[in-house]
């Protein structure tokens, strides 16, 4: 387990990530401006589902693969972007639809803000990384053991950047359902909304 002084480093450091604009927090932003309140709440939890993923992964050491391979780090980095672009391109040519009452089952799951928060931030290699780079700092085999220690501050990270997306979900939740009582600005909104998630695929795939 950290020491004490390990555990102010490791909370400061998890703080300034917390609050840190990154892809999933961008995303709860474009999602609860384009679905209001209720759809930024799912998707922030959608994100916290998908980045526990990574710190599972982490703690058995899956996530050193996408650190010493090149391949497998650029293969979910590619998955990553396009799926971005997908769900942008979706929702600017949807853009003067109204969400259709009868879509399928299998339709409704795919466009869930749950579902597509998991896979946004599961398909997002830089959250593995940053797991790796960090929790080993803190993870001390002969004190306590390290897979149980890396989950253990993984959660915590997680809990901090929950609270950080919850904060962004609400207030752009409540601006987001204004609008959206306009016609002319919910077309505005989607396509404004398509263009960020177009423009964070796009920034994922040049990241290194």
Not at 38 to 54: D, K, L, M, P, Q
Request: glycine letters at 10%; aromatic letters at 6%; proline letters at 6%.
């Amino acid at each position: 387990m950290p020491t004490s002084a390990e555990w102010l480093l490791f909370l400061g450091t998890a703080a300034i990530f917390a609050v840190t604009p990154g892809p999933g927090m961008l995303y709860v932003l474009a999602r609860s401006l384009r679905g209001g309140r209720s759809e930024g709440i799912r998707s922030t939890v959608g994100n916290s589902i998908g980045a526990a993923v990574h710190v599972v992964a982490a703690a058995l050491g899956l996530s050193a693969l996408l650190a010493t391979s090149t391949v497998a780090f650029t293969v979910v980095k590619i998955a990553g972007a396009v799926y971005l672009v997908g769900l942008g391109l979706h929702a600017i040519l949807r853009r003067n639809a109204d969400e259709p009452a009868h879509d399928s089952p299998g339709r409704r799951f795919a466009s869930s803000p749950l579902i597509q928060g998991i896979l946004t931030e599961v398909l997002n290699p830089k959250t593995a990384l940053y797991f790796m780079a960090l929790l080993p700092h803190f993870v001390h085999p002969e004190t306590a053991p390290a897979p149980l220690v890396f989950i253990l501050l993984g959660l915590i990270a997680l809990a901090m950047a929950l609270v950080a997306d919850l904060v962004v979900a609400m207030s752009a939740g409540h601006l987001g359902a204004r609008l959206l009582a306009n016609p002319r600005w919910r077309v505005r909104q989607r396509v404004a909304s398509g263009a960020t998630m177009i423009g964070l695929g796009g920034f994922v795939a040049v990241a290194d």
